[in-house]
């Protein structure tokens, strides 16, 4: 099935760019960041350089995206509206059931995982629909 996948490196990158522009503008004060802080029991000045984990973040938002991309071609969805329901499909089935299984376990409350899993879910939504929609 996966034999002739079809990436596209340009709708990956521009993916990955969309999932972390939607994280700054998640985690910022316009959003969730205030209710972030009050879920992980932290001040902003508590928080240490972002350096390291921007970087982090910024390679596992480019695995996501790659793992959209594989999924996307190797199952031959086209379309923004197809590709951002599969993305919502693995997003919600996969991402969000495996936090939710932590956060029960961790004791992480509700609003820590309605904004983290939410996040997620979101993000591959919008790459879903990003790499769907691009031009073959």
Same mark, same amino acid.
């Not at 205030?34 to 879920?39: G, S």
């Not at 982090?56 to 790659?66: E, I, R």
């Given at each position: 099935m996966f034999e002739q996948l $079809?990436?596209?490196w340009f709708a990956i990158g521009a993916a990955t760019i969309a999932g972390m522009l939607l994280g700054a503008a998640w985690y910022s004060p316009l959003l969730f960041g205030?209710?972030?802080? @009050? @879920?992980? *029991?932290?001040?902003e000045e508590e928080l240490t350089s972002p350096g390291p984990a921007m970087a *982090? $973040?910024?390679? +596992?938002?480019?695995? $996501? @995206? +790659?793992a959209v991309a594989v999924i996307v071609s190797g199952f031959g969805i086209q379309g923004v509206v197809s590709g951002a329901?599969?993305?919502g499909f693995?997003?919600?089935t996969l991402v969000?059931?495996?936090m939710l299984s932590d956060s029960l376990f961790c004791g992480w409350g509700w609003p820590l995982y309605f904004i983290q899993a939410g996040y997620r879910v979101l993000y591959l939504i919008i790459m879903g629909a990003i790499i769907g929609g691009w031009p073959a």
């Open positions: $079809s990436l596209s205030n209710q972030w802080l @009050a @879920a992980i *029991g932290k001040t *982090g $973040s910024l390679v +596992c938002t480019l695995l $996501s @995206a +790659c329901l599969a993305g693995f997003g919600i969000a059931t495996a």
